[in-house]
């Protein structure tokens, strides 16, 4: 087994600016972030009292952790797990849809909404996180375990 070999604090700046830099020019895109989900567990899809502009410890996401982690697009899971069937899942995917909608309303300088790569680029240009929903289904039948309908997620 190798050891470590000890970086000097210097060395380490130096790493850390250029990743910052290259992050700025070839910003992540998330493919799958279940924070539409985690709000309807918490507040009830209610950014007032899970407000995601600051950090939230008992979340997976946050605006400070997207703004420094370098991510410049967003895919939003639309997720509505294999036990809500029929109207149910349907009514769901909708409400998760419509948060995922408000939520880019409500940090409108952090997030916009985005359904082309044209719109991914002016959103990055532009400062602000391009936000994609997506839904996508939990299941036991024989496809693949993630199905994205952008398409309809993302129709105006």
């Known amino acids: 087994m190798h050891e470590a070999t000890p970086v000097s604090p210097d060395t380490t700046g130096r790493l850390l600016e250029r990743a910052r830099a290259l992050l700025a020019r ?6 799958h972030n279940d924070l539409a ?7 009830g899809y209610d950014f007032g009292r899970a407000d995601v502009a600051v950090a939230r410890p008992e979340l ?9 982690g ?3 697009a967003q895919f939003w899971s639309v997720y509505v797990p294999a036990k809500l069937q029929g109207d149910h899942a349907v009514s769901a995917t909708l409400e998760q849809i419509d948060a995922v909608r408000a939520m880019v309303a409500r940090y409108g300088d952090a ?9 991914v680029e002016r959103a990055v240009a532009a400062g602000r996180i391009a936000s ?5 289904t939990r299941s036991t039948a024989p496809w693949p375990r993630c199905a994205c309908c952008s398409p309809w997620a993302c129709a105006t």
């Open 26 to 31: 070839h910003p992540v895109v998330d493919g």
């Open 132 to 136: 994609l929903p997506r839904a996508v």
């Open 37 to 43: 989900w985690a709000v309807r567990e918490l507040a």
């Open 111 to 119: 997030f916009a909404l985005a359904t082309t790569a044209g719109g």
């Open 60 to 68: 997976q996401t946050d605006i400070p952790r997207l703004r420094a």
């Open 70 to 72: 370098g991510v410049g």
